[in-house]
């Protein structure tokens, strides 16, 4: 299906460039170019979709999570103490969320739930359950790194193993998510869309400010777009951190 939607493509934009060249303009309408659109978006949507939701890379994203986490957890347990430790456990806790992340879609990475299925409340909760019995294990890489990290990789390769079971209610046993305080996953949402319209709105004024004043400062007409960017990422960073800040910088169009 994906070799067929290139081949249609392949010959619109054959057809369309035939139509750009000079004596071979055709006379379209609007709903014609409306028409042409749509079939190539159409054309293009569709194997990008397919790529997305059901490619093995989609299907498994769970299991691909869990096994970078594992990995991370390993790396950490045998660095040597000192920054490059401490920079290993960063990277444990960055992969650790992205677990979290395909925890609360894991209903849709397995695709064996429909969209408005009364199965869906039960697994969404059981996730925010097991998403926080993950960060109850992360928050001992404090108090016992070597022992946190070891029960952290058994209790994520436990949770694996049952999704690939089929068991998207069950990824962990009940005795494990006794007292386990779930997350909300719609708090982390708000939380993180605060902080990113946050970031925005401190580099906009910022930026402004920096407009305003760097040429009543006399500095040079050449300088002042690299102050002001400077300016802008300075106060987003300063009110979100770095990390919210090369987020955001990555959905810009380049």
């Keep these: ?90 990277h444990v806790d960055v992969r650790c969320r992205r677990v979290e992340k395909c925890l609360f879609k894991v209903h849709s ?22 998403a926080g019995a993950q960060r109850a294990a992360l928050y001992q890489l404090d108090i016992d790194p070597e022992l946190a990290l070891a029960e952290l990789a058994r209790l994520q390769l436990g949770i694996a193993e049952n999704h690939l079971r089929g068991r998207q209610a069950a990824l962990l046993p009940a005795e494990l998510l006794h007292d386990v305080r779930p997350v909300s996953r719609l708090r982390n949402t708000w939380r993180e869309s605060a902080h990113n319209a946050m970031a925005i709105l401190a580099a906009m004024a910022a930026a402004a400010g920096a407009a305003h004043v760097l040429p009543s400062i006399g500095v040079p007409e050449d300088l002042r777009p690299w102050l002001t960017l400077g300016a802008a990422v300075l106060a987003a960073t300063l009110v979100a951190g770095w990390g919210r800040v090369t987020r955001i910088v990555g959905l810009l169009p380049a």
């Design 109 to 130: 990475i397995a695709g064996s739930v429909p969209r408005r299925s009364s199965r869906l409340r039960l697994i969404k909760r059981h996730a925010s359950l097991v």
């Design 1 to 90: 299906m994906s070799r067929l939607h290139w081949a249609w493509g392949m010959r619109a934009m054959a057809h369309y460039h035939w139509m750009g060249k000079a004596g071979n303009d055709a006379a379209l309408s609007l709903l014609d170019w409306t028409l042409l659109l749509a079939i190539m978006s159409a054309v293009i949507l569709g194997p990008v979709y397919w790529a997305t939701r059901w490619s093995s890379t989609a299907r498994y994203q769970l299991v691909l999570a869990v096994i970078d986490a594992v990995l991370a957890g390993g790396k950490a347990c045998t660095a040597p103490r000192g920054w490059r430790r401490s920079s290993a456990l960063r």
